[in-house]
């Protein structure tokens, strides 16, 4: 089946330090790419749509210049938390859907645990 | 706006009995219906969708979800539930942007 790589899986560093978090699909072309983000009990967030070469698409009230996408590949996604600060702590995942996919399901990544200090 | 709602924050299910976590949905037009499934500290895993067809849906691990057009409701069941089913389960909705509309998520425990 569809595999989605997210990388890494926790991060800690300290306040001010800008954090990228990749996501790969590992065995399909991936156009659309979403991140989310999870607060502890509670559902996913989206905050933005990636598209393959053109900008992201950000869901009300997600900074686009704190929270940097860049999808340069069909196989590639990256997120950026610039000047991460305590309150950026969260649970982030991407997600990644088939070119071809039409109707089929989102495929996620195992998340990515950001601590910021 | 499309939207999924699950009344429930937690089910506790003993091992063996049947199991079901409850989803209704309100959408426009005809729906894309999901479940998910999360373990801890992971992504989501895709349970089963319903595009079309059958009302019954089959998906992995033994479940199965029902929609229900006059209920406007999509539950998601299994005949014997398994004490690895406790996980953190969203209902879910495609709106008419592709984009995923997540319930709050339903916590089932499962009582050995």
């Known amino acids: 089946g569809a595999v989605v790589s997210q990388h890494p899986s926790r991060v800690i560093c300290k306040s001010g330090t800008s954090v990228k978090i990749e996501c790969r699909s590992l065995?399909?072309?991936?156009?659309?790419m979403f991140w989310y983000r999870q607060f502890p009990k509670q559902s996913l967030m989206l905050m933005a749509t990636?598209?393959?070469?053109?900008?992201?698409?950000?869901e009300q009230g997600v900074e686009k210049d704190k929270f940097l996408i860049n999808h340069a590949s069909l196989t590639l996604s990256t997120l950026t938390v610039t000047s991460a600060h305590p309150e950026d702590s969260s649970f982030y995942i991407c997600?990644?859907?088939?070119?071809?996919?039409?109707?089929?399901?989102?495929?996620f990544g195992d998340g990515t645990r950001l601590s910021i200090l | 706006a499309q939207s999924v709602a699950q009344p429930e924050d937690q089910v506790n299910v003993a091992e063996g009995n049947p199991l079901t976590v409850k989803c209704t949905y309100s959408?426009?037009?005809?729906?894309?219906l999901f479940w998910y499934v999360q373990y801890p500290n992971r992504g989501l895993q895709f349970l089963l969708k319903?595009?079309?067809?059958?009302?019954l849906v089959k998906g992995s691990y033994g479940f199965e979800a029902e929609f229900n057009k006059s209920q406007t409701s999509f539950h998601l069941k299994k005949p014997s539930a398994l004490v690895s089913d406790s996980a953190l389960y969203f209902c879910?909705?495609?709106?008419?942007?592709?984009?995923?509309?997540f319930g709050k998520g339903t916590r089932l425990h499962i009582l050995p």
């Open positions: 997600s990644a859907r088939a070119a071809e996919a039409g109707r089929q399901p989102q495929h």
């Open positions: 065995d399909f072309q991936a156009t659309t």
């Open positions: 990636s598209n393959e070469g053109s900008k992201a698409t950000y």
């Open positions: 959408v426009s037009g005809n729906p894309y």
């Open positions: 319903y595009i079309t067809g059958d009302n």
């Open positions: 879910a909705v495609r709106d008419r942007d592709d984009k995923i509309i």
